[in-house]
């Protein structure tokens, strides 16, 4: 219908109208770019936390999974007294020995102790218990001499690991692998050092020395009812609901609880925790999203606004276009789509502005945003909202145009 | 005029019959075209004269195709355009008329050769070769050599031959000029004059809407309007001498017979 000549001019004359007008054109469309460059950069910063939280997570582990007891939502605590749900030793055996999907498993106990070696005394050191597969599933294991073994939990070995951070704050030699520690008034003998965890998951594991000994051990400085956990790892993230299943359906029956019965623990994969973790961050995204809906709207009535004085001004040209044989889709048309790029234009700078921001955001100091970045599909969807606020407010000033009667327009001063 | 008009047929290129035009302003009626019948056969070259009232601007806006009348017909190379639809009308004025305007009506940030072109954008397939067209065109109007000039950068006469290039671009069925020579000094008129007398002896029909009787003076019919109704409607020589002219327009007039 329009022939490629009219697509060409239009697109020409569409952007000589925005160079010979430049700061008006600007201030036009200063809402779109206002408005892409913040939601630009709001989703930069977005990407960069995310892809932080993200590598966090996959240090931890994708395929992780926790299991600690909890009460049932609404429960009366009489009815499940905390030490009726607290974990066993014995349920961690048979998660062990029955889930299949599960690949490594160490229940966990803390226990505080008072720590000597040689002349120095620290009070109240958290010592943890655990089993050999502990090395597995916190990916850690020994710099120096030897992990831990099933032999050291079986027969209850007074031996311990103990991280670099532990060294200097108990003023051990260089290399004590051998040398022995007091823990709780019993002797043990230090076997390996192991890695301190690199990546410090939300800040926990805050102390920064540590302590372990053999489960077994443990069990028998704690209290009567002491607190476990159970920390392990599916065999790949992709079985992790099949696991979870797996390691409630064998809980379960261990506890005797009928299927009516609500559970009296929790069994949480990390792959949760991402899920959960990126609906937040798409919650957040859709909100930038309705923020650059409100300044394309404010920015789409400037556009509109400065359309219709375009008209106005150029209506002895649209007369004139129309006598030498221009319809009114045509005159429509070329409205249209210089308020279409007007707003692509603005986009455009709008991304530049984002971009820009995105780039200061990494050079934030400790603001954990060095990858923040605006991907593709944000650059994409900025220049489709762009073009749909083009459309939508040019849409009534192009109509304006191409509605004009010739003999007027030629007429108008 | 009688042989060309048997070439392409009994037909007249335009034939109005009856047409009327009222207009509505506010509680007021007014009728500008009341009745009017109008003939004009190919190639021939017509000016249409009348004081403000008499019709002569809705008259010509209804040639043109830019507005529908109230009633009667109006055939166009034997099409009734009195009854397109806007879209229609466009292709028409694309195809069939050439406009020239008092003011020129060029576009200012384009150049000579740009403004000529711009038929060709609204044109149905027409925009190949269009350089060479509209270079043809400023070439017939004399301005060969200010292609690249913006109307700014032009005199007024300069400016009209632009406008008239851009009208004969598409070779028209009309060339339509509404007081072409309103805004040019007497010199340039006459320029402007002999360029649509020249046009007109390549063939072209042309219609000329003036006040003046200097300008009619170079047509060989002039057709006088009078409340929306076609006053007089003699060849030029007989309109001349009713109205008692003088001499030189008259000398003019029979050249131009002569030639015809």
């Known amino acids: ?413 | 005029m009688a042989e060309q008009n048997a070439g392409t047929g009994d037909r007249p290129l335009i034939q109005v019959v009856g047409l009327t035009k009222v207009y509505r302003v506010g509680v007021e009626t007014i009728h500008a075209l009341r009745g009017l019948d109008l003939t004009i056969g190919r190639n021939e070259m017509v000016a249409i004269m009348g004081s403000s009232g008499s019709g002569k601007s809705t008259l010509m806006n209804m040639l043109g195709c830019l507005d529908r009348p109230t009633s009667g017909a109006y055939m166009l190379n034997g099409r009734d355009v009195s009854r397109m639809g806007a879209k229609e009308l466009a292709q028409v004025r694309n195809e069939e008329i050439g406009f020239v305007f008092q003011s020129f009506e060029l576009l200012p940030r384009q150049t000579a050769l740009e403004n000529v072109e711009l038929p060709l954008i609204y044109a149905k397939g027409g925009w190949r070769g269009r350089r060479q067209r509209a270079l043809a065109a400023l070439d017939r109007v004399g301005l060969s050599k200010r292609v690249d000039h913006r109307p700014n950068q032009l005199s007024g006469g300069q400016r009209q031959r632009v406008a008239i290039a851009r009208a004969i671009l598409n070779t028209p069925s009309i060339l339509l000029a509404d007081e072409p020579t309103g805004n040019l000094d007497s010199a340039t008129t006459a320029e402007i004059l002999s360029l649509f007398r020249q046009i007109h002896s390549e063939g072209q029909t042309v219609i000329i809407v003036t006040h003046e009787d200097e300008v009619a003076a170079h047509c060989q019919r002039v057709v006088r309007l009078r409340d929306g109704r076609v006053l007089s409607d003699l060849p030029i020589g007989q309109d001349i001498a009713g109205r008692h002219l003088p001499s030189v327009h008259s000398a003019h007039a029979g050249a131009e017979r002569a030639g015809a």
């Open chain 1, 1 to 413: 219908m329009l022939n490629p000549l009219f697509w060409l001019q239009a697109i020409t004359l569409a952007f000589s109208q925005i160079w010979a007008n430049k700061s008006r054109a600007f201030l036009t469309a200063l809402g779109i770019i206002v408005g892409v460059a913040s939601t630009t950069s709001v989703i930069a910063a977005l990407t960069g936390l995310k892809a932080k939280v993200l590598s966090e997570f996959e240090s931890v582990g994708a395929s992780k999974f926790f299991v600690f007891p909890d009460r049932p939502d609404n429960a009366p605590r009489n009815m499940y007294p905390w030490e009726k749900i607290l974990l066993k030793t014995a349920e961690a055996k048979a998660i062990r020995d029955e889930c299949t999907l599960v690949k490594a498993l160490t229940p966990i106990t803390e226990v505080g102790l008072d720590v000597e070696s040689g002349g120095k005394r620290i009070e109240g050191i958290t010592v943890s218990g655990i089993w050999p597969d502990w090395h597995l599933v916190q990916n850690r294991f020994v710099q120096e001499g030897r992990p831990f073994t099933e032999i050291d939990v079986d027969s209850e070995r007074q031996v311990c690991l103990i991280n670099a951070d532990a060294i200097t704050e108990l003023d051990l030699p260089a290399n004590p692998v051998g040398e022995a520690l007091l823990l709780g008034g019993r002797r043990f003998m230090i076997v390996g050092i192991v890695e301190t965890t690199q990546a410090r998951f939300f800040g926990m594991n805050t102390s920064s020395a540590e302590i372990f000994i053999p489960f077994s051990v443990a069990e028998k400085m704690q209290e009567r009812n002491f607190f476990m956990r159970i920390e392990g790892m599916f065999a790949s993230p992709e079985t992790a609901q099949e696991g979870e299943d797996e390691v409630r359906f064998v809980l379960r029956r261990m506890r005797g609880l009928t299927p009516g019965e609500p559970q009296t623990f929790q069994v949480a994969a990390i792959d949760r925790f991402i899920e959960q973790f990126k609906a937040l961050a798409a919650g957040i995204t859709a909100i930038a999203g309705g923020i650059v809906g409100i300044s394309l709207l404010v920015g789409g009535i400037g556009i509109m606004n400065i359309m219709l004085v375009s008209v106005s001004e150029r209506t002895r040209e649209i007369g004139l276009r129309k006598a030498v044989g221009a319809t009114p889709m045509a005159i429509l048309m070329q409205f249209l789509l210089e308020a279409v790029t007007l707003c692509l234009v603005g986009g455009f700078i709008g991304i530049a502005f984002g971009r820009l921001a995105a780039f200061g955001l990494t050079r934030i100091p400790g603001a954990q945003l060095d990858q923040a970045d605006i991907p593709f599909w944000a650059v994409a969807l900025s220049f489709a909202f762009s073009a749909l606020t083009g459309i939508v407010f040019g849409m009534f000033p192009a109509i304006k145009a191409s509605r004009l009667d010739p003999i007027e327009a030629l007429r108008h001063e």
